[in-house]
């Protein structure tokens, strides 16, 4: 038996990283829920044996966990459960025959890689609190846990190798596309400042102490703003100045060369002293500048391809064998 419903194996990251968090709340397709019975409960049920790639079994666990961390399929009808099974086996497949290819070419990752992972991972579940709950939902020990977050790890990094590094796109449609509309192609003004903010308040004393900040500054051979003592009367800041934005602090700082400070500048809010840290003109991007936008842009197609081309390539020599294990064996909503 042969699924024919083609999942595009771009997926692969996010179904693996599926695999690992949703533990924490799988959601089957609506209206096909999977409702545990108590045979599928039991260890012996969800250790049987779905398919057989090479010398690998994949279990009606590993099958089950797919179907739930699968994401939902788009039309006007809803997917049925022998559907979503099929679909599911044919993803778990081609993960197997990836990371068989990966561990053949010596592509798996280390164990600090895995370690830095793992901290990463309860990092992102909020804490150790929060982790052990996880492991305790899934019903799943450490050690189950990173040999997933090892396959994981792995499976992307042969997909990076041989899909995305290999992906080409032609150089004539990315000169095109940068010809259509060069506009898009632009490196913005940017001004950027450090400055010297007083708060405002009710008294009239705001200039004078701006004049002497000021003097403190020029008094500094190096006239760093930073080196100011902070009080509760102004902030210092790097500020990007935007010139429909602050008008004011961009005309300034527009007349001063890098590294010079302005006088004392007043705002509709406040009064500043700038120092202009760096400045660059708008410009046109050149076409090689431009590159990692284009391909960012025009990729999905010709990635899509070269996946299909090495999920073939991977089925190959693969001596794949799906066994019976009808959906009906999972017990539907009553």
Request: with cysteine; hydrophobic share 40%; glycine share 4%.
């Amino acid at each position: 038996m042969k699924s024919t419903v083609r999942k595009p194996l771009a997926l692969i990251p996010l179904l693996l990283t599926a695999l690992v968090v949703t533990g924490c709340a799988l959601r089957p397709p609506a209206g096909e829920h999977l409702q545990p019975s108590p045979a599928a409960a039991k260890a012996e049920t969800l250790a049987t044996v779905v398919a057989k790639v090479n010398n690998a079994e994949l279990s009606m666990d590993a099958l089950i966990s797919m179907m739930n961390a699968l994401p939902g399929k788009t039309g006007d009808q809803p997917e049925t459960l022998e559907q979503r099974r099929q679909r599911a086996l044919e993803s778990l497949v081609l993960l197997e025959l990836a990371y068989q290819r990966a561990v053949a070419l010596g592509l798996n990752v280390g164990p600090d890689t895995v370690e830095t992972a793992m901290v990463n991972f309860k990092d992102a579940l909020g804490g150790e609190k929060e982790y052990r709950e996880y492991l305790a939902r899934r019903n799943i020990t450490e050690d189950a846990l990173r040999s997933e977050v090892e396959r994981k790890l792995t499976i992307n990094r042969i997909y990076t190798r041989e899909v995305e590094d290999t992906m080409a796109i032609p150089e004539e449609e990315l000169k095109k596309e940068y010809e259509k509309d060069k506009q898009q192609f632009v490196q913005q003004e940017k001004v950027s400042i450090v400055d010297v903010y007083l708060i405002r308040d009710e008294d009239k004393t705001a200039k004078k102490r701006a004049r002497a900040l000021l003097r403190k500054i020029q008094a500094d051979p190096a006239q760093d703003p930073w080196k100011l003592v902070l009080d509760n009367t102004f902030m210092v800041r790097n500020l990007i100045v935007r010139k429909e934005r602050d008008k004011e602090l961009y005309d300034a700082a527009r007349k001063l060369k890098p590294q010079e400070l302005s006088g004392v500048i007043r705002t509709p809010d406040s009064f500043h002293i700038v120092k202009l840290k760096e400045y660059s003109p708008e410009r046109q991007l050149t076409f090689e500048e431009a590159r990692p936008k284009l391909e960012a842009a025009l990729k999905g197609p010709y990635l899509e391809k070269r996946t299909q081309e090495w999920e073939q390539g991977l089925k190959k020599d693969a001596t794949i064998v799906l066994l019976d294990t009808p959906a009906q064996q999972m017990q539907e909503p009553r």
